[in-house]
Structures are given as structure tokens and as C-alpha cells.
């Protein structure tokens, strides 16, 4: 058999449940026939609930901790291994559309072509004034401290960028190429700003829906300084307007979906290849959920993603719901592919034996690690740009969530006595603590998480890399050496500007 072609689209910020086929309020016809054609991982997580971070531990199959990547503003060494190596070994052009997210005078790790730029920027000093020019009102709804100051339907830089991906992608698809293709497009919704299509928008306001945990404050997050930290207390009208603008965001990540996979269809059978397409995303968005907006916590809404395949050798209509991570994907492509990724430098494991023809017998006993440094204060390379600016003292925690089974274990250094026990299979939704009724199994997993890293080590090498970031920014700016690959094609109509609120 050939080798197939192998085309991933990856999203920024999609919880896993916003999707018809997982029960969810948004209409996602392309997404749903990709699970009935293919096979869906529905208990997928990601290795760290931030972008940066998910995406370097995805490509390296290894956690945040193991490759100095626990921030955003980190970046994988050149030296650091990624799945594409032994792809690019083994005869394929490995080709990345869009966004990944990479910084510094590495930007491709393993690519072999890099088409379309990145909506974020690629050096160690942020552009701010050109960023704010391109951005205007749109500027602080990036993150999540300023994610509900624009909501409504309009145009956005996040809508305008991933409608120039998905073209170039469509674009390079309608040419022939030699070699075997590998290729991630990489769009940046979901992501806020909670700007989106009006039509859609409209659509899903009407709807008047909100998180089941809006306005809800559990003991779990009162009794944890830093998960209250992540609640934006805000009204029931702006609640509302920032749901339906996100889901009309996924709505319009799934035409995207549709588009590139009609269009990766049509290229595989003109050339006669084999081929497989799939979906992921980096991370979810709490949208909501216990007053919480955007990642950074080990709730479901933020570290449980989608992951669909379908293809040639990818059985049809088939859900595993085993825990299975982000960090599986670099080998289990590798094995589709004809090659391998693992060994003593990859915690990823290939899923292709849940492809199997058969139907596979699950026994969901893998254990699946997710990783978080919590941050406060601290220099910000966007703020530094303001005279006068002082940082304020930067405080850490990290912390580190267990998925085995049916339990969801997670805690935070320095708040060990607030360690969060979910029983999943008894109560999906995260509303009950039962870590006082089953505290052996939290012994347990308590033990298979401090197996896994040093809380105090890796809260040191975390500021070591943090010094270090403030030296490459000096360097950076004294001999100008980075590479721009920023998009930069933001039209003044898309700046703030509101169709409908």
C-alpha cells in the first residue's frame, strides 16, 4: 500500500463538546460527518490547558515539563525532537498552513515549508504599536483579562486570518505535489475575540444559552486562590452574548473543516493516493463555566479537546472513549505513515491499535498527565513597552492533573490540602469533590502525579526560563536577529467595529 496522504487541521481554543455528535448547542455538520466516517476519540486531553505549551508537547509527543515549555512565551529547542523528523525520513514534505505558535529563529521544527504566517508574533518582543494599530479596540480582547470587553458580530482579525489559511490551504491542494504530503492548517478560532459571523451570531444569541455552572462558585474553586483568580464576574446579558458568539466561532471553524476536507478529498483522488484527514484542537474554553472564560484549568471545558480521524485504515462510526492525550498524535501519524515515533524521548503512545478492524476491547486503564504552571505578576514583554512600567512580583504554583479511568485527580502546589477528586463516569458535569469518600484512589493518583515531576524543580527551571526570556528580548533588541513571519493583513473594517452587539 502507499503511503497515505495525511492532512490535521488544528484549532485554537475548541472545547470538545461544542460539537452536535457530543450533545453540545452548536450546529457542526462537517465535524459530525467526520465522526460517522471515521473514528472519535471522545476523551481526548491535552498535555498543558495553554496554547504554547499543548502545541510544543503535541509535536514532541513528550509533557510541557520534559521539553522547557511551560509558557507561552517558550519555545521548543532546535535540538528537541518533533514527529515530523522521522515523517520527513521516511520520503514525506511535511508542510505547515497557518498557525502553530512558533517564536524565536526556529519556525520550522521539522516542516519542511511553512505557508501563511501566524496571527501571533513570531520574535521575543512583541510589535506592540503595530500589533495595537492592527488590532484597535480588539487589542486586549486577545486574552483572557480583556476577552468580554468586544463581544458581538463583525469582523475580527481571528475571522480574517483563518479565511486567508483555509484559501492558501485550498490553493496548495489544487497543485500536484512528488512526495507524500504531510500537512497540519492551523486556524486560530474559536479563540476570542468573542467576535463572530452576525448572522451566526444572531443565531445563537436568540438561543439565550449559558454554561449549566454559570453563576455557580463551587467550594472546590472558592476554597483555591488560584482557580478563583480565573472567575470574571459579569452579567447574565454579557454571559449570554460571549456564549453565542464562541459558538458561532465553532460553527464557523466547521465550514472551515468542511472546505479544506472536500478540497484535501478531491487532491488524494486526482493523484490516487491513499489518504487520511483529521481534527484536534490545542486546548478548550470554559465560556463561562463556574464564571471562568478561556484555558488554564484542568475542568473539562479546558483540557478535554476534539480528536476525529477518518481515512483509508481508520474504521467508520467508531468512538473510544479510552483517556487518550495530544501527545499520541506525533506517533500514532508516524504509524500510519509506514514509520515510528517512540522510544525512551516520546510519553505519546500510537493509537492504531484502537484502529484496528476488529473492534477494539477497551479496558481505559492508560494514565493521561496534563500540566500546568500557574502564574501572577511578574514582566509582561507587552507591558515593558510603557515607560514607567513596574512588574509586580511574580508568584508560582505548579500544578498537574491524573486522568485514569473513570477519576480526574488535580492539585496545586502549596494548596495541597484542596487536591480535586471527579468521579467522571458518575458525575461528568464536575460538581462533586468525592475526594474525602475515595481517598486511597486519591493516594494513588496523588503518587502516579508526583512520579511524574518535582512541583518544586519544575517551579525553579520555570523562572530559569523565564530569565532567560528577558535575556533573549536583550539580545533580540540589540542585534535585530528574528524572523517575521506575522500575519499582517488585518483590514481597518476589522478593528473593533460592531454589525451587531
Not at 479596540?137 to 469582523?155: A, H, K, N, R
Not at 445563537?204 to 454554561?211: P, Q, T
Not at 485504515?313 to 517512540?342: E, H, M
Request: contains cysteine; proline residues 6%.
Amino acid at each position: 500500500m502507499k503511503q497515505p496522504d495525511i492532512l490535521l487541521m488544528m484549532s485554537d481554543q475548541h472545547a470538545a463538546w461544542y460539537m452536535g455528535h457530543e450533545g453540545g448547542i452548536v450546529d457542526t455538520p462537517n465535524l459530525d460527518a467526520l465522526a460517522v466516517e471515521g473514528t472519535r476519540f471522545s476523551n481526548c486531553y491535552t498535555a498543558c490547558p495553554l496554547c504554547v505549551p499543548a502545541r510544543m508537547s503535541m509535536l514532541a509527543g513528550r509533557l510541557p515539563t520534559r521539553i522547557g515549555v511551560t509558557a507561552n512565551n517558550h519555545t521548543l529547542s532546535s535540538l528537541a525532537p518533533t514527529f515530523l523528523f522521522p515523517l520527513v525520513a521516511a520520503g514525506y514534505e511535511t508542510v505547515l498552513i497557518g498557525r502553530m505558535h512558533f517564536t524565536g529563529t526556529d519556525l520550522r521544527h521539522g516542516f519542511m515549508k511553512r505557508i501563511g504566517g501566524d496571527v501571533t508574533p513570531t520574535g521575543w518582543i512583541p510589535p506592540r504599536q503595530e500589533v495595537q494599530k492592527e488590532r484597535g479596540q480588539l487589542m486586549s480582547t486577545f486574552s483572557t483579562g480583556g476577552c468580554l470587553d468586544v463581544i458581538g458580530g463583525g469582523e475580527s482579525p481571528v475571522r480574517h486570518f483563518d479565511n486567508e489559511i483555509v484559501q492558501d490551504a485550498l490553493e496548495y491542494l489544487a497543485q500536484p505535489h512528488e512526495k507524500p504530503q504531510f500537512i497540519i492548517v492551523g486556524t486560530f478560532g474559536p479563540h476570542f475575540p468573542y467576535v463572530a459571523d452576525p448572522a451566526l451570531y444572531r443565531k445563537y444569541k436568540v438561543r439565550g444559552w449559558l454554561s449549566p455552572t454559570f453563576g455557580e462558585t463551587p467550594e472546590f474553586v472558592a476554597q483555591n486562590p488560584w482557580l478563583k483568580a480565573h472567575q470574571k464576574m459579569t452579567s447574565r446579558e454579557v454571559a449570554v452574548k460571549a456564549a453565542a458568539a464562541y459558538c458561532a466561532l465553532v460553527e464557523e471553524t466547521d465550514a472551515f473543516v468542511g472546505k479544506v476536507r472536500a478540497a484535501f478529498t478531491r487532491y488524494t483522488s486526482t493523484a490516487g493516493h491513499p489518504s487520511v484527514f483529521g481534527y484536534f484542537s490545542d486546548h478548550g474554553d470554559a465560556v463561562g463555566a463556574r464564571n471562568m472564560y478561556g484555558k488554564q484549568t484542568f475542568f473539562e471545558d479546558s483540557v478535554r479537546v476534539p480528536f476525529l480521524l477518518a481515512g483509508d485504515g481508520i474504521p467508520a462510526d467508531r468512538v473510544i472513549k479510552d483517556n487518550v492525550s495530544l501527545l499520541d498524535i506525533g506517533p500514532t501519524v508516524c504509524a500510519l505513515a509506514g514509520t515510528t515515533y517512540q522510544g525512551r524521548l516520546v510519553d505519546g503512545e500510537s493509537l492504531t491499535p484502537f484502529l484496528a478492524q476488529d473492534r477494539f476491547e477497551s479496558s481505559n486503564t492508560r494514565t493521561v498527565i496534563s500540566q500546568y504552571i500557574e502564574s501572577r505578576g511578574g514582566a509582561s514583554p507587552w507591558l515593558a513597552q510603557r515607560p514607567g512600567y513596574k512588574p509586580e512580583p511574580e508568584m508560582f504554583s505548579y500544578s498537574v492533573m491524573v486522568r485514569q479511568g473513570c477519576w480526574k485527580y488535580f492539585v496545586y502546589h502549596g494548596q495541597e490540602e484542596q487536591a480535586v477528586l471527579f468521579d467522571m463516569e458518575n458525575d461528568p458535569g464536575e460538581t462533586r469533590n468525592v475526594i474525602a469518600a475515595h481517598h486511597e484512589t486519591a493516594m494513588r493518583l496523588q503518587r502516579v502525579a508526583m512520579e511524574v515531576a518535582d512541583p518544586t524543580t519544575e517551579e525553579l527551571e520555570h523562572q530559569d526560563r523565564a530569565v532567560m526570556n528577558a535575556w533573549l528580548r536583550c539580545y533580540e533588541r540589540e542585534t535585530g536577529s528574528f524572523i517575521d513571519e506575522r500575519w499582517k493583513n488585518n483590514p481597518p473594517t476589522a478593528r473593533g467595529q460592531l454589525e451587531v452587539e
